[in-house]
């Protein structure tokens, strides 16, 4: 008897710690397919290479890229257009071109900032823009609060520029931790 109430007891044992670890299995499996939803929009025109307008449900707004910074395309701020600027404005336009474009907000980042610009991620047939303007040295990091979901890949895609040298890094001392210095 005593060896039966035993094996009840580790078979008991076995079916709750395995049946516990579908449950965690679960719901890593939820938290980490948890996304922000994507709201499709259509490109009117690129303003800078961190910067466009666009159309979602027939009215226009403008859209400033999360987490990215290019230097200035045109004088209307800096005097001069800024070395990579117009690369970065004329970059970004051909590159939206023809494509499936969408935004996702951030969830721990203001959606408008305060000069009523969306403040998001933009896609393009599902990659995300930033990431691409990023890795081709046409952008810098910047105006992070630490916790956004994609902070991590953008500080990975910037080292990766950095490193080679590509564009905005070709110049040495250009980017600065606030902007350019030129």
Known sequence: MKMNKKIISGLAALVLSVSGLYIIDQDKETTST?????IAIELVRTIAGDT?????????????????????????????????????????????????????YDPSHEKIDDY?????????DGELVQEVMVEKGLARVGYENGDEIYLGELEEAEQKASAVEVNIWSIEGYVGDYGFNK
Do not use: C
């Open 116 to 124: 009523e610009r969306v403040l998001a991620y933009l896609y393009a």
């Open 52 to 104: 466009i307008v666009f159309n979602e449900n027939g009215a226009e707004k403008k859209l400033r890229l999360l987490l990215i910074d290019t230097p200035e395309s045109s004088k209307t701020k800096t005097g001069s257009a800024q070395p990579y600027g117009i690369e970065a404005k004329e970059f970004l336009a051909n590159y939206l071109k023809k494509k499936n474009l969408s935004i996702e």
């Open 34 to 38: 948890l996304k922000t939803e994507q």
